[in-house]
């Protein structure tokens, strides 16, 4: 990708600093991001190089420039958001580089706890970190829906890079806790996975498309809270004595939900 500056019509203006133009790799980047933002907003039908462009600042040759079609900007985006992490979106971990993955950050939170088969705070980590993820990056569960909805690429793209591998991922992890006696083995490992990722992606979905209006609100909860309560269900559901007995935490109550008011 070429490091020259941009000269053609729309292209940054100097910058303060050192009187440059932006670097050709600094207008892909910046163009991903305006792709993604209008994408999210509209749907990848809704949205045309055109409008990218007008975002962007450029024209539509410089769009073109740096992606040849649209399904190369598609495949940007991608790259981008695929060490995001799990179908729900765990980010990069911290102190890394682009190229983690999201079974790398999963790893790099919660590797040891898994070691010691400290479950409580296996599951607690990593809904933690999704929802985390998903209220700084609200644009990301948007994606993915309209990937989902239009029948793009993009979601097929995302689901064999991120998606599978978490599942196959988290699924080994179980089916190691189920051998050790320590996980009931009466249940398939990839279901226990669907129930758990499936109640933090609902529960930022709620957060991301409804509770921003407090009249239409029904939970009122922290991240913290809401990671706790999920691995508490989770795991009284899959072990044969309660969630207490994985990782040595006393049970704590749920939060309420709420109704007029915050219980």
């Known amino acids: 990708m070429s490091r020259q500056a941009e000269t053609g019509r729309g ?13 050709g ?12 933002q209008l994408f999210a907003e509209r749907g990848f039908r809704g949205a045309t190089t055109k409008e990218i462009a007008q975002a962007a600042g450029v024209s539509e040759a410089i769009i073109f420039r740096h992606f040849a079609t649209k399904d190369d900007l598609y495949t940007a985006i991608i790259d981008d958001k695929s060490c995001e992490g799990l179908g729900g979106g765990l980010g990069r ?11 790398d950050a999963v790893r790099h939170w919660v590797g040891e706890a898994m070691e010691r088969g400290e ?41 064999d890079r991120n998606v599978r591998v978490m599942y196959e991922f ?23 996975v669907r129930a758990f990722t499936g109640a933090v992606i609902h529960h930022s979905l709620n957060n991301t498309l409804w509770d921003k209006d407090p009249a239409r609100r029904i939970l009122n909860v922290s991240n913290e809270e809401a990671a706790r309560a999920f691995t508490e269900i989770l795991l009284r559901g899959i072990t044969d004595g309660p969630a207490a007995a994985q990782g040595g935490a006393k049970p704590r109550p749920a939060p309420g939900v709420q109704r007029g008011k915050k219980k």
Do not use: C
């Open 11 to 23: 292209a940054a203006p100097p910058n303060a600093a050192g009187g440059a133009r932006m670097t």
């Open 25 to 36: 790799d600094d207008r892909r980047r910046q163009i991903v991001r305006v792709a993604m």
């Open 93 to 103: 971990a911290e102190g890394g580089h682009e190229g983690h993955t999201a079974v």
């Open 119 to 159: 479950d409580a705070a296996v599951f607690e980590g990593i809904a933690l970190k999704m929802m985390e993820h998903h209220q700084r990056d609200p644009q990301f569960l948007r994606l993915l829906l309209y990937s989902a909805l239009e029948g793009h690429q993009l979601a097929q793209i995302f689901w």
């Open 170 to 192: 988290l699924g080994s992890y179980i089916r190691r806790r189920q051998r050790e006696g320590a996980l009931r083995g009466d249940f398939d490992p990839l279901v226990a």
